[in-house]
Each structure stands twice: as C-alpha cells, then as structure tokens.
C-alpha cells in the first residue's frame, strides 16, 4: 500500500484546519458511492486513531480538536475551527438551500439543476492546496456545491435534478452570497393564419430611435402599432408570466400581404413563471383577435424553432395583378408558359438588408385568368425564397423572366395572400 494518501494528508493538514469536506475532496476521484465529507473524516479519524495510540502524527492538532480521546490528555474543544480553504462554507448550505426554496415557490417546475459561481478566494486557496500536493484524486469544490445542494433541493422540494434539460437553474453566487432562478424558456409550436393586411410578422423597433421611442413613433417605440407576434404572445406572456417573446416563424409574408395558409412558428417564452400553460385555452383567447388565427399545437424544445426557422417550405400564393395597359388571353398564356427557373437579383427593397446576388427560384405551378380590362388573378407555387412581387413587376430586369417582361406591360401585385405553406414535420 501505497503510502502517498497519507502523506498528503499530512501535507493538507500540515498548517490549520481543513474542513472533513476540502480533505475530502482532495480524494473525491478515490471509490465510488461515498461522499468528501465521509472520506474526509475517515482520513482525520486515522489521525485521531494514531494520536489516541500514541504515534507522533505530524499534522497541525487543531484537525483533531473534536475527538473526545481516552489516553490523550487534551479536552474536547466543542467549537469547530474554520477550515483554511473554504471557511467552513457547507456549514451554511442548509440556509442557502431555504434561501432557494423561498425563491422557487414562485416557480412553477419539475426539475432543475443547480450551478455555483465560486468566490475567487477560495478558489484560488483550492488551486494554491492542488498544487502543493497535487490535483490527480481531487474534483473542484464547484461541483461539490453543485451536487450537495441539488441533493439538498431533491430532499427538500421532492423534485428531481435535470441535467439535460432542467426546467430551471438555480444559480448560486458565493461572494454576493445570493440565490438566482433562470428558468429555461417555454417553447411552443404553432400555426397561424394573417387575415388582415399591414401588420408586419414580428414587432418591428422604430427606425428613428431603435426602439427607445420618439417623437416620430409616439413614444411607442415600433413602426407597427401591432405584429403577428405580439397579437399571439400576449396572452401567453400573461399566462406564462414571462419576461418577453420571441417569435421564430418558417419565413415570413410582406406586411401588406395576408397569409390563409398556416404558417409554422415557435414562440419563445422567456423568463417564464408558469410553464403548465393550457394551449387550447390560449389559442382561443388569441383568436379573439380577428386579424390572426393560430393553434397552439404542442410544447417544443429549442430545436424545433431552429428546425422551423430553416426550413424551405414552397408556398403557394394568389396575386392580383395590375397591368399598366389593357390584357388579352394571349397575355396569360405567355405568362403561364413561365417555366423552371427564375433569376432573380436581390430586390431594390430588400438590398438595404440582403447580400446583393442572383439567386434562382423554381416555379412549381402556375395558373391565372383575367378578371378585368387590366387586371389579371394568379396562383403561383413557388420554392422557398421566390420574390413574388419581382416576379410580376420585373424589378428593372432583375428579375428574369417576369411577368412585365413576357408581356412587355408593367405589371404590378395589387393584392397578395400567401394560400398554402408547405408541410414541415416536428
Ligand atoms: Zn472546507
Ligand atoms: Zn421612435
């Protein structure tokens, strides 16, 4: 037997007191199904045995000060010392964990997961004592702390620890010695339908003041009196007793366009309180809101809204379609005859924000009929990402072939709904 354990007990316990759990810890990578605290007594009893048989024992007697010995004349000392690395801080995990509790009773959860900010002065004594007698047996004391208050916490709320996917984290910081509940986000898959025009799918900050609000957005902040997202979050914020939304749709229409297909999205909850949301009640509290349709599927995770916010769903859509001068049948078969692929430059109304480059669009189906001297009522299915409006007015010849250009009429979309979205499996 190797006698290196105790030699670096003796070296740990060489000046000052160290605590059952920092002695213990210094073994903790040492057998398994035990706790520091167990194997750092186990080790001091050591000591205490060889004073008791009266060995010279080479540690500072301040470590065994709480024996109660049958030969050594030394008396029992009732107050335990302070330990050199941690200050006896697992003496106070008892309160920290009511501190928790305290706060959690105002969250609704089913497990969670606990994290520690450690204060850098005991750090900083733990990796001076690591280095003095070696780091190969040791575990840092923040995944000690993490782990006897989430057991702690287990014991107390009858919840379980979750280190996957926890629905809160408790965030311990040692020197404000103070208590932080993160919950994690509530994510929730939907689809909704836009049935007025002029509402933008996502709040959108004031251009003039970036959202702080001014003069020119009546202090409001947005350009939009409303969105799509706020319309739907409302009153799951209110339920929820979230912090904020954040809305993640599979694209998005224009705002003067309006979408009767269902488009899939994912509202992000932040800062949730509540998490056991009833979503049937909620979709119809949004639907009194004649302007949007939704439902509210199912819970989701993270995942899904990257899923959703990726994906490249074909859309089908009816145009209105104003022409400059008067339109005839052969008109409309020239434009039905578009095929395949459309070229398409970065629109002029988007180049403020879009990489400037020719993308190409695949039509996947088209048909049309003239509905009046001008005017003419499209169905066009398209790929993700087709700029329809483009596609009818030509956009200067950017967009090639255009309904403008077949025609050699200006053309331009009076109305636009987009009617159906292509499927996505979540
Ligand atoms: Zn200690
Ligand atoms: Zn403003």
């Known amino acids: 037997m190797s006698m290196q354990i105790l030699e670096k007990a003796k070296m740990i316990m060489k000046n000052g007191y160290v605590c059952d759990h ?40 301040i470590n065994i000060d709480n024996y109660d010995f049958r030969n050594v004349k030394r008396k029992i000392k009732k107050q335990k010392p302070t330990c050199k690395i941690c200050g006896n801080f697992f ?77 809160i984290v408790i965030l311990l910081d040692m020197d404000k010695n103070d208590i932080e509940i993160k919950p994690s986000q509530v994510w929730v898959y939907g689809l909704y339908q836009k049935l007025a025009r002029g509402i933008p799918q996502t709040k959108w900050p004031c251009r003039n003041c970036g959202g702080r ?23 799951l914020i209110k339920a929820a007793k979230a912090s904020a939304s954040s809305m993640h749709g599979a694209g998005r229409e224009d705002i003067d366009a309006r979408c009767l297909g269902w488009r899939p999205f994912v509202m992000e909850l932040q800062h949730p309180m ?41 859309k089908t859509y009816k145009i209105i379609v104003a022409f400059e001068k008067p339109i005839n049948k052969d008109d409309i078969k020239k434009i039905l005859g578009i095929k395949n692929l459309v070229k398409q430059r970065t629109p002029v109304r988007v180049a403020h924000r879009r990489a400037d480059l020719v993308r190409e669009r695949r039509i996947l189906g088209l048909k049309g009929r003239i509905i009046s001297k001008k005017e003419a ?50």
């Open 213 to 235: 609000g001014c003069e020119k957005c009546d202090g409001k902040g947005k350009m939009y009196p409303t969105s799509v997202e706020e319309i739907i979050a409302k009153p």
């Open 377 to 426: 009522e499209f169905f066009v299915k398209t790929e993700a990402g087709m700029y329809v409006k483009e596609l009818v007015s030509g956009d200067d010849g950017r967009t090639e072939p255009s309904f403008t250009g077949i025609t050699n009429n200006k053309a331009k979309v009076k109305a636009l709904d987009v009617v159906e979205i292509g499927k996505i499996k979540v």
């Open 22 to 61: 920092c002695l213990g810890r210094t073994f903790a990578q040492l057998t398994k199904g035990t706790t520091n605290s167990i194997r750092g007594k186990a080790i001091r009893d050591i000591f205490a045995f060889s004073a008791e048989s009266g060995e010279k024992i080479e540690i500072d007697e």
């Open 91 to 167: 003496d106070g995990l008892g309160s920290i964990s009511k501190k928790a509790i305290d706060k959690l009773s105002k969250f609704e959860y089913d497990n969670f997961v606990v994290g520690t900010k450690v204060s850098g002065d005991i750090a900083g004594r733990e990796e001076n004592l690591w280095e003095e007698v070696g780091a190969e047996h040791c575990e840092p004391i923040k995944a000690e702390i993490n782990r006897e208050l989430g057991k702690l916490l287990e014991k107390k709320t009858g919840r379980k620890a979750d280190f996957e996917n926890p629905d």
């Open 274 to 314: 509540k998490r056991k949301l009833q979503l049937k009640k909620l979709e119809k509290e949004v639907n009194r809101d004649r302007r949007v349709k939704v439902k509210l599927v199912k819970f989701c995770s993270k995942e899904t809204a990257r899923k959703i916010k990726a994906a490249k769903l074909t």
